[in-house]
Every structure is written in structure tokens, then in C-alpha cells.
């Protein structure tokens, strides 16, 4: 199958800081990046949405000035979490989707804000 | 996005067959039905997806009946790494299509 890679697979960073996650398809051109987070026990949740080229498309609730998404190449699409505090800590996890029936996700990262 | 309703946890023991069955009442004529495994501070890995009848693949068995409100997935002779959490998700593949995840089926298997 296709593959996605994230990366880091992890990180830990000070309150304030800002954290930049990447997340590349290998194999095939995604038009379209998905951004999940997932707490501890729970679902995945749909962060935003984001086609190559255009602006990202947040789900409700999520700050888009928080959570910044960009996908400026059909391979590569960077989630940077801004001005980080605890509450932001989780697992964020990355999807590709191009023109394949199936769905294909990153590894996660797992994100610990101190 | 169609909504799913899965069991929320199912016990099994080495060696047996666990069938985890899945509703979406509300599937669309378009949608997929597909499955996904998640194991702790990993991403979900695809399993197996269909559209109708049945679709057999090394790890899975998915059986759909005729109206498509439900599926079953089945895992032949499961062992102690199959325990983690599945996910059954209907969407449409053939527009970038989003996936709203439900709850997940925490499946345990004891030796």
C-alpha cells in the first residue's frame, strides 16, 4: 500500500514554543492532507482539511490560528502548533488522500508540552 | 458523513475467529465501507474495504449484506498482537473523501 510518513514520531517542548509536525506521501501525489488529534482514549478527531495549493478548512472548534496548516506540494503538508500549552499536548496524526480508494495514515506524532 | 455504531469492547482468546459488526443506517449510495486497526501511539493501518457481498484479504473477511446498513468484520484465529482497536468507517473514496471516526471496537485477545 501507500505510504505516508510523519515526522517526528515525537516531541516535547516548552509552553509558548511553537512545534512544526511534517507529513509526506512517498509513493503518490496527495491532492488532499487530513489532520487528525487523539487524546488519550479516545477517537481520532478531524482537525482540518487541506488541498495542495489552497487554504487549509478547519473543523469546528479548531483555531486556525492556532493549528497552522500548510500543503504547498502534492508530497508534503506541515501542521505547526503555535504558541503550545499543555492542553495542546496529544497524538496528532496525518491522512493522504489521492485519488485511491483507500486511506492510507501517517505514524503520529505524539506531542508533550511542558 | 454516515454515522457508525460499533460495540464498544469484545473479549476473545487465542486461536478463535472475532467478529466485530458495525451500523450505518444511514450509508449513502457511494460510500465505502473500510476497516481500520489502531495499536497505542500508532496510526491507523488499513485492513480491508468494500462496497457489497464479501471481500476476503490475508488478514480479514468482510461480509456486507444486500441493503449495506451493516457490516461485519471477521478476523480468523486471532493471536495475542491482534488486540488493539478497530475502526469501521463508510465514506466516499472517490472525492478526497473525509473519514469521521466513531468510537472503535477495543478488541482484547487473552492467551
Known amino acids: 500500500g501507500a505510504v505516508v510518513s510523519q515526522h517526528p514520531s515525537w516531541v516535547i517542548c516548552k509552553s509558548g514554543t511553537s512545534v512544526k509536525i511534517e507529513c509526506r506521501s512517498l509513493?503518490?501525489?496527495?491532492?488532499?492532507m487530513f489532520w487528525y488529534r487523539q487524546f488519550p482514549k479516545q477517537s481520532l478527531m478531524l482537525m482540518a482539511t487541506s488541498n495542495e495549493g489552497s487554504k487549509a478548512t478547519y473543523e469546528q472548534g479548531v483555531e486556525k490560528d492556532k493549528f497552522l496548516i500548510n500543503h504547498a506540494s502534492l508530497t508534503l503538508s506541515t501542521l505547526t502548533v503555535t504558541s503550545a500549552h499543555p492542553e495542546d499536548s496529544s497524538f496528532y496524526i496525518c491522512?493522504?488522500?489521492?485519488?485511491?480508494?483507500?486511506?492510507?495514515f501517517g505514524q503520529g506524532t505524539r506531542l508533550t508540552v511542558v | 458523513l454516515a454515522k457508525t455504531t460499533q460495540p464498544i469492547s469484545m473479549d476473545s482468546y487465542e486461536g478463535q475467529e472475532v467478529n466485530i459488526t458495525c451500523s450505518h443506517n444511514?450509508?449513502?449510495?457511494?460510500?465505502?465501507i473500510t476497516w481500520y486497526q489502531q495499536f497505542p501511539s500508532q496510526g491507523p493501518r488499513f485492513i480491508i474495504q468494500g462496497y457489497k457481498t464479501k471481500v476476503t484479504n490475508e488478514v480479514a473477511s468482510l461480509f456486507i449484506p444486500a441493503d449495506r446498513k451493516s457490516s461485519t468484520l471477521s478476523l480468523p484465529r486471532v493471536s495475542l498482537s491482534d488486540t488493539a482497536v478497530y475502526y469501521c468507517?463508510?465514506?466516499?473514496?472517490?472525492?478526497?473523501?473525509?473519514?469521521?471516526f466513531g468510537a472503535g471496537t477495543t478488541v482484547t485477545v487473552r492467551a
Open positions: 509513493d503518490f501525489q496527495a491532492t488532499t
Open positions: 468507517l463508510v465514506g466516499d473514496p472517490s472525492n478526497d473523501y473525509k473519514l469521521s
Open positions: 444511514n450509508i449513502a449510495t457511494n460510500d465505502y
Open positions: 491522512r493522504a488522500s489521492g485519488g485511491i480508494t483507500e486511506a492510507f
